[in-house]
């Protein structure tokens, strides 16, 4: 099974940017889509984006469409999250998470976006962004 760590997170002021990584152990992470998610205090974990196992399927919830790039290096067994125009609303816990299946196709925003799907989370990073 794939494992994931999450790094990048801190703090940065509105209007800013972060990059965060998610580095995964395994051979197989290439045939898996994954994504990243975040929590708010108080708040339910909600999707954020996620990239299919071939990198030609992308999916953004609409608060960070234009504004965040979900990207991965196969050789590298990395996924990528840049953060643009970061707003305090974007403060979270954000996770890392690897599909369940391998290559899923995520034709349907609705399946991308299921944490049910997920089957390996990381321990999350923290963001924080001050007005």
């Known amino acids: 099974q794939v494992q994931v760590v999450e790094s990048g997170g801190g703090l940065v002021q509105a209007g800013g940017s972060l990059r965060l990584s998610c580095a995964a152990s395994?051979?197989?992470?290439?045939?898996?889509?994954m994504g990243w998610f975040r929590q708010a205090p108080g708040k339910e974990r909600e999707f954020v984006t996620a990239?299919?196992?071939?990198?030609?399927?992308?999916y953004y919830t609409d608060s960070v469409k234009g504004r965040f790039i979900i990207s991965r290096d196969i050789a590298k067994n990395t996924g990528d999250l840049q953060m643009y125009s970061l707003k305090p609303e974007d403060t979270a816990v954000y996770y890392c998470?690897?599909?369940?299946?391998?290559?899923?196709?995520?034709?349907?925003?609705?399946?991308?976006?299921?944490?049910?799907?997920?089957?390996?989370w990381g321990q999350g990073t923290q963001v924080t962004v001050s007005s």
């Open positions: 998470a690897v599909r369940r299946r391998q290559y899923e196709p995520l034709l349907y925003y609705s399946a991308a976006a299921g944490p049910e799907n997920f089957g390996s």
């Open positions: 395994g051979r197989t992470f290439g045939t898996y889509g």
């Open positions: 990239i299919s196992w071939s990198g030609d399927r992308l």
